[in-house]
Each structure stands twice: as C-alpha cells, then as structure tokens.
C-alpha cells in the first residue's frame, strides 16, 4: 500500500506531542512551568489517543483476511513485540551498568519491565494486544457493517470511562490499558472503512460542534474550574479526544516536514529513551540562557536520533528485525 503523505504528517504531529508531553515535567523547564503544563493539559487528550486512531486507519486499510489470522499476528508479533523486547533489554542493561546514569534500575527488574508497564513501553504491549483483538472482530466478521462497528465502538466508549471504577489491577502486560486506547483504535478503523458515515455533512457538523464545545469547557476548567474534570478517563477528555482526532483526519494536509518525521515515528517512538537522554545532556548546557532552548534541544535530537538508527540499522539485516521490527 503507497503512503499517504497527510497519514504521515498525522504521524509526525502525534510524535513530536508525545515527546513534547514526556519531557514536559524535566526541572529544567521550571523557568517557564506556566506554558508547559499548560501546553500538557491542552494535548494530553490528543497525543497518544491521535497516535492510536493512525493506527486502526491503517489497520483498516489492510484489515486482517480470511485464513490469515495466525499469519497477522506473527507480522505483529515480529513488528511490535520482537522491538520492545530488545529496546527494554537494551534500556534496563544502559541503566544497570552504563556511567552517569541519573536513574538507576537493577538488572534482576528485567523480566518484570517486560511484562508489565515500564515507561513508554506500555504503549506497544497495549497496541499489540488491541491488534490480536481487533483483529478477531475482524476474523469473526463481527465489525463488517457501520451499524456493527457503532456498537463495538459505544462498548469501548462505555469501558473507557467505566474501567477504572471497576477497581481490577490487569497490569500484567498492561492489559486493562487496553480500554483506554481501544477507542481511538476502533475511531481510526471506522475512519477508514466507513468515511461516508462518519464524515458525512451532518456527521461532521457534529463533530465540528462537539470539538468546539468540549475544548472551550476544557480550557474554561484550566483557567477558572478543575482541570482534572477533562483529564483521561473522563467524559469531557474523551469528547476532545474523539473530535479533535475526528476533525484532524478529515481536514489532514501533507505538511513535508512533519511527514518526513512521521515516516521514522515508530522508531522514535521505540528510541526515545536513549535520544532524549542524550537531548537532555546537550539541553542541559542552555538551562541558564532560555529553557525553551533546551526543550527544543532535547524534542531535536531525539527526532534524530531515532531517525539515524532506523537509517543504519536497516542496513544490517542481522540487526533489523532484533532492533526495529522489520524483515
């Protein structure tokens, strides 16, 4: 299937937030802490859930095929799980032995860092388990239709509120944080398969509506309420998640620079760890002149640093499944 430059420009705005929001607490911002906890409320419920809902479009363009279950899942496995096995051995190792590690972890807390939520990790073990979900509903023909997927899509709606009421502990390979992302998964396949219906000009006069009136209540609970009201898991942030992610797919553009990071996003994704920590070196040095320096300094070189390893480990095809998932 031929890339969509806009899909990729998606991407790459999803990446840059999700790194933007994962150095946003870094004590060297304090000069500025107003803007950037600011900025983390706005995007909190558009970063991760816009990430997802890329990845159930594409997943919709290429849904799983009659008899083709096993075969999917081993594509998934060698993609998502093969990586995350290696880059949290490779992250826990850096911090058991390397100098100068600020954060120390011991080696013995390996096994348990691959099973359970460690990190950004968590993310891969949640998306790979929603793909072998999804993927079933899919096997079993059970979202074939708009009026099939509506339903599934309300069932997820109802779990991503309802779920951390329940009081159960799934941690173990992050299982109950499935109920937060399938949503969005479920709103990017639906995106894909059923853009008549979901993007209809009633439809989209819906959407446009509610984004207004949830992010205005979202900004209005910032400044005068309780910013908490429109966190995750709440009503009002899943309304700014599903229409802010809705109104970005349907008016996405191709934007070359954020297309170009989008292609690597992936791998960033996987990298950060490492890109970020030497960002947060480098940064370090321009605290004392302007904190925005080193927040660019650090969102820069994690950028290139993912996009430098996926550049040379692809041409080691020894390495290339092992450290990127790929054949």
């Given at each position: 299937?031929?890339?969509?430059?806009?899909?990729?420009?998606?991407?790459?705005?999803?990446?840059?937030?999700?790194?933007?929001?994962?150095?946003?607490?870094?004590?060297?911002l304090d000069g500025a802490r107003e803007i950037y906890d600011y900025m983390s409320y706005t995007f909190q419920n558009i970063r991760l859930p816009l990430f997802t809902v890329i990845s159930g479009f594409l997943y919709g363009c290429r849904p799983v095929v009659e008899g083709r279950?096993?075969?999917?899942?081993?594509?998934?496995?060698?993609?998502?799980?093969?990586?995350?096995?290696?880059?949290?051995?490779?992250?826990i190792l850096s911090k058991a032995y390397l100098p100068g590690v600020s954060e120390r972890v011991s080696i013995d807390k390996l096994l348990y860092f691959?099973?359970?939520?460690?990190?950004?990790?968590?993310?891969?073990?949640?998306?790979?388990?929603?793909f072998v979900f999804v993927g079933l509903l899919d096997y079993w023909s059970?979202?074939?239709?708009?009026?099939?997927w509506s339903y599934i899509f309300l069932v997820s709606l109802v779990l991503y509120i309802s779920y951390p009421k329940l009081g159960l502990d799934l941690?173990?390979?992050?299982?109950?944080?499935?109920?937060?992302?399938?949503?969005?998964?479920?709103?990017?396949?639906?995106?894909?398969?059923?853009?008549?219906?979901?993007?209809?000009?009633?439809?989209?006069?819906?959407?446009?509506?509610?984004?207004?009136?949830?992010?205005?209540?979202?900004?209005?609970?910032?400044?005068?309420g309780e910013p908490e009201?429109?966190?995750?898991?709440?009503?009002?942030?899943?309304?700014?998640?599903?229409?802010?992610?809705a109104l970005?797919?349907?008016?996405?553009?191709?934007?070359?620079?954020?297309?170009?990071?989008?292609?690597?996003?992936?791998?960033?994704?996987?990298?950060?760890?490492?890109?970020?920590?030497?960002?947060?070196?480098?940064?370090?040095?321009?605290?004392?002149?302007?904190?925005?320096i080193y927040f660019l300094i650090v969102i820069s070189v994690t950028v290139i640093f993912g996009v430098a390893v996926e550049y040379f480990v692809k041409k080691i095809p020894r390495l290339r499944t092992l450290l990127l998932g790929v054949k």
């Amino acid at each position: 299937m031929e890339k969509d430059n806009s899909i990729e420009s998606l991407r790459g705005l999803a990446i840059l937030l999700v790194i933007a929001l994962h150095i946003n607490n870094d004590g060297a911002l304090d000069g500025a802490r107003e803007i950037y906890d600011y900025m983390s409320y706005t995007f909190q419920n558009i970063r991760l859930p816009l990430f997802t809902v890329i990845s159930g479009f594409l997943y919709g363009c290429r849904p799983v095929v009659e008899g083709r279950y096993l075969y999917f899942l081993q594509g998934k496995f060698r993609r998502i799980v093969v990586p995350l096995l290696t880059v949290v051995t490779l992250e826990i190792l850096s911090k058991a032995y390397l100098p100068g590690v600020s954060e120390r972890v011991s080696i013995d807390k390996l096994l348990y860092f691959i099973f359970y939520p460690y990190e950004h990790f968590w993310f891969l073990q949640v998306i790979f388990l929603i793909f072998v979900f999804v993927g079933l509903l899919d096997y079993w023909s059970v979202i074939d239709s708009p009026r099939k997927w509506s339903y599934i899509f309300l069932v997820s709606l109802v779990l991503y509120i309802s779920y951390p009421k329940l009081g159960l502990d799934l941690s173990f390979f992050s299982i109950g944080t499935t109920t937060y992302l399938l949503p969005f998964f479920l709103l990017g396949y639906g995106i894909s398969k059923y853009p008549e219906h979901l993007f209809s000009n009633k439809m989209s006069l819906i959407i446009i509506f509610c984004f207004i009136v949830s992010f205005s209540l979202q900004q209005f609970e910032w400044v005068w309420g309780e910013p908490e009201v429109a966190g995750k898991r709440t009503i009002l942030g899943l309304l700014v998640s599903v229409s802010s992610c809705a109104l970005l797919f349907k008016y996405r553009k191709n934007v070359t620079p954020l297309k170009i990071i989008g292609s690597y996003a992936f791998t960033i994704y996987l990298y950060q760890g490492f890109g970020s920590g030497i960002g947060r070196r480098l940064g370090g040095m321009f605290v004392d002149i302007n904190p925005h320096i080193y927040f660019l300094i650090v969102i820069s070189v994690t950028v290139i640093f993912g996009v430098a390893v996926e550049y040379f480990v692809k041409k080691i095809p020894r390495l290339r499944t092992l450290l990127l998932g790929v054949k």
